[in-house]
């Protein structure tokens, strides 16, 4: 039998796996929210739907189950301050809402106005995974730049992707 | 109401999403499978735990369901053509596997030798989302290297992304 994995090993495993950065938004009767995530993919295109995973201990959890609706802006390098902002750089939802400008998209969720992608969705369904949330999101509408390099998250840093779309 | 988001054109964008790239194994009493999967992420490190999304038409789906154990490889940019094998580039199960070097974990799963990292999973849940399963993987063991650039899908082409770690 395999005799486990500490946290520590899977944390720093984890660290050496690639990952996108997005601000996922939400409003709605309950308030506004919003947090940096790269847990985040996509689960089928019948019909369009993503996950994201969030820490059920988080105290915007309940914002976001009360509200049923999220937004998925993926971010460009040019985000990392204010990934670092929605990452816990400032626990005041006003000063990091008002760090960018946003849109309001056809499901009354709030965009990123200069996102790569941004997906407004409808919360489908949730999965509770141990300390976490797993939100299934069926993607009501979106907006999408057809330019810009990608922002991930790589050893614990920032790191610019370049588009190849232009070469 | 929002009008609704094509398959197209959610397949467009989430062309623009980068995302790491893995391949995933199963081996077990209904055989060896294995497949290229970029929807993985992490879901919670208590108990350590991560998710791959599959298509649930796809004929292996039945392997990984029966076998109930799986391992995640991610990539290096050197994993390009096993990518590509493991994508479709052949069906024969047993010439994607000669073609790299592979060793067991102790959950019984197999591992990419030159993995950047690599979980042992035994499958612990499964969630149907429209045409495709979420497999909610239980970390048993894992292998890391402490150095190796990633590969990562962007824009519909394989991109290196850099380790910062040697920096």
């Known amino acids: 039998m395999p005799a486990g994995v500490s946290r520590t090993e899977f944390r720093n ?3 050496r796996v690639c990952a ?4 996922v938004t939400t409003n709605g009767p309950a308030g506004r929210g919003g947090f940096t995530a790269t847990a985040m993919c996509s689960v ?14 988080s105290a915007q959890a309940q914002l976001f189950l009360a509200n049923k609706r999220f937004c998925v802006n993926v971010l460009t390098p040019e ?3 204010l990934a670092n902002l929605f990452a816990g750089g400032t626990a005041d939802m006003g000063a990091r809402y008002a760090a960018a400008s946003w849109i309001t998209m056809a499901g009354g969720t709030e965009a990123l106005a200069d996102a790569i992608v941004s997906f407004d969705c409808t919360l489908e369904d949730v999965q509770r995974v ?15 730049r057809t330019d810009g390099n990608a922002l991930a998250y790589f050893d614990r840093n ?3 992707v370049p588009s190849l779309l232009a070469s």
Chains 1, 2 share one sequence.
Do not use: K, W
């Open 13 to 15: 495993a984890m660290a």
């Open 20 to 23: 996108p950065v997005n601000i």
């Open 44 to 57: 089928t295109d019948e019909p369009p739907t993503l996950l994201v995973c969030m820490n059920g201990r």
């Open 79 to 81: 985000h990392r301050d």
């Open 130 to 144: 141990g300390t976490h949330h797993v939100f299934i999101g069926r993607v009501e509408s979106l907006r999408a």
């Open 158 to 160: 920032y790191v610019q």
